[in-house]
């Protein structure tokens, strides 16, 4: 039988982040100002059109710090909930307070195409890290200075929540369905766990995606490799840079 995890949120863990570090001897100086990007959809052009540090932080991923902003960049560390969790911890416990969440997400709505830029409003907790860190309910949220900003600093965006979901191929229409009804923008797999960490936390944080598939009609309509996305991103990093100077 599983241990009633309820109120797990409330409990001590046993192995902290500042743990994993001391271990690693990881002692990174990093900005207060952190955009993490699970996949490489921005990797290129930071490295080739920025000048950063590249360092590594015991775990998976790259981490960028850009040498004209106080920001840095953290990717590769792969997708999913459990994930962003981990990164954001050893973060957190190096210094860093801010965070905005991009990447690609699936649109949910017909309305919504390729290379459109959603700034999320709030996460649909479907998934199992989200509870270890705040007490149970539907949602997550980002923080409400953080992503004002962000909103305000895009010419032309979508604004709205996002479905979070464990199961990259369990996303079926029965589910689709209900999301559309609650007006869900998007679906993506990081959104809510990132949210409650930083709650957790007492950090900021705030999300926005490109549209970079569709589930809308309860099928797959894949548009990766689109020209509107690439623009998107490098629209979405030029702006949460901006919104950090």
């Not at 911890?89 to 801010?98: D, F």
Request: proline share 4%.
């Amino acid at each position: 039988m599983l241990f009633n995890k309820e109120n797990k949120y409330k409990e001590r863990p046993v192995l902290a982040a500042a743990d994993f570090l001391t271990r690693t001897k990881t002692f990174l100086e990093l900005p207060e100002n952190m955009i993490l990007c699970p996949v490489a959809a921005l990797t290129k052009t930071v490295a080739n059109n920025y000048k950063t540090k590249r360092a590594k932080l015991g775990v998976e991923g790259d981490v960028y710090t850009f040498e004209k902003y106080n920001c840095a960049f953290m990717t590769g560390f792969g997708m999913g909930a459990p994930n962003i969790a981990m990164v954001m911890e050893i973060l957190i416990a190096l210094g860093v307070k801010n965070f905005v969440l991009t990447g690609f997400a699936g649109a949910l709505q017909k309305d919504l195409n390729a290379g459109d830029i959603v700034v999320c409003s709030s996460a649909l907790r479907d998934e199992g890290v989200s509870s270890s860190y705040i007490a149970p309910s539907d949602f997550s949220y980002p923080d409400e200075n953080l992503t004002g900003r962000l909103k305000a600093a895009f010419k032309t965006c979508k604004y709205g929540p996002t479905w979070t979901t464990d199961v990259l191929f369990r996303e079926t229409a029965a589910e689709i369905l209900h999301c559309q009804k609650q007006k869900i923008l998007t679906v993506e797999m990081e959104a809510a766990a990132a949210f409650a960490v930083s709650a957790r936390y007492k950090t900021q944080c705030a999300a926005v995606f490109a549209v970079s598939d569709s589930l809308a009609d309860c099928k797959w309509e894949p548009c990766f490799g689109h020209p509107a996305i690439d623009a998107a991103m490098r629209e979405i990093l030029k702006t949460i840079l901006t919104v950090f100077r």
